[in-house]
Nanobody
Framework: QVRLVESGGGLVQAGGSLRLSCAAYGFTFSDYAMGWFRQAPGKEREFVAGISWTGSSTRYAFSVKDRFTISRDNAKNTVLLQMNSLKPEDTALYYC????????????????WGQGTQVTVSS
């Protein structure tokens, strides 16, 4: 059974850090690019960061570039999102997603999704 399980969300003050983790089950993780997306209330789901199936290529949304870092461990079937210098506008439900081979910025092109983990940044 395919599952993506996110963890690591929580409440943090502005300027703080969180590390999100996503564990993958039921598919060949190393064949899939991984992405992190987020969705705030009343807004569309947006791309945050992506990493290729080998881990050699990454991409970030402009709003998080130089603050967030995506990484993966294919031996442990996990993808991480290190979030530093958090801002109140980073508050959202964060999802990880898997796409066979190449990553894109478009959520509709991903094959599998987790249930999300809430990140709340207070000012």
């Amino acid at each position: 059974q395919v599952r993506l399980v996110e963890s690591g969300g929580g409440l943090v003050q502005a300027g703080g850090s969180l590390r999100l983790s996503c564990a993958a089950y039921g598919f060949t993780f190393s064949d899939y690019a991984m992405g992190w997306f987020r969705q705030a209330p009343g807004k569309e789901r947006e791309f945050v960061a992506g990493i290729s199936w080998t881990g050699s290529s990454t991409r970030y949304a402009f709003s998080v570039k130089d603050r967030f870092t995506i990484s993966r461990d294919n031996a442990k079937n996990t993808v991480l999102l290190q979030m530093n210098s958090l801002k109140p506008e980073d508050t959202a439900l964060y999802y990880c997603a898997a796409r066979f081979r190449g990553f894109t910025n478009f959520p509709q092109e991903y094959d599998y999704w987790g249930q999300g983990t809430q990140v709340t940044v207070s000012s």
